[in-house]
Structure formats: C-alpha cells, structure tokens
Nanobody
C-alpha cells in the first residue's frame, strides 16, 4: 500500500502562485509515476502534470509554461509549483502514484483562484 498526503492548497488571487506538496509513504519502492490531477466544479477530473521515476515530464496543455512538477531529493515527495494562476485553475488537486499494478490517490487539496 501507498499513502499520499497533499498540502499547500488555498485561496490566491489571479496571477498569484501556490506550491503543492505530496508526500508518499508505505510501499514506495517501485513507484513508477507520480503526479497531480484536478477536478473543477462540475467537470471531470483531468491530468495536470506527471513525472516518471526516470524524470520524464508530462503536462496538460492548459498549464504548460505556468506549472512545474518536480520530485524531492528523497524521491518520495512530489511538488507542483503553480504560477500565473487563473480562475479556471480552481479545483481540488489530488496527488496520485502508480505502482504496478495499482493507482493510489491522496484525499486532495482545494485550490481557489479568485478573479
């Protein structure tokens, strides 16, 4: 089992920045992908960004150039630096990890961007 705990959400004005953190614990060996999804009110959950154990990055088109995903030195932590935030970035951001053959999810942290 893998446990994921997010932190760093909150309320920010448009144009501002937030940094989300996700700490993984438990059976973290062989986690191959970690990343962030978000779900806006009334919308489906969507991938925001991911990073593989080999360092390969993937971003949603809507966040490219504004968000940066990275891993901590201990590699059981993943960060999402969000800059130039827009009201449409509002949603619940959930950390996820893939460790064959299962997906694991955190409980999520709310990000609210006011206009």
């Amino acid at each position: 089992q893998v446990q994921l705990v997010e932190s760093g959400g909150g309320l920010v004005q448009a144009g501002g920045s937030l940094r989300l953190s996700c700490a993984a614990s438990g059976s973290i060996v062989s986690i191959s992908i970690m990343g962030w999804y978000r779900q806006a009110p009334g919308k489906q959950r969507e991938l925001v960004a991911s990073i593989t154990s080999g360092g390969r990055l993937n971003y949603a088109d809507s966040v490219k150039g504004r968000f940066t995903i990275s891993r901590g030195n201990a590699e059981n932590t993943v960060y999402l630096q969000m800059n130039s935030l827009k009201p449409e970035d509002t949603g619940v951001y959930s950390c996820y990890a893939y460790r064959y053959p299962m997906d694991y999810w955190g409980k999520g942290t709310l990000v609210t961007v006011s206009s």
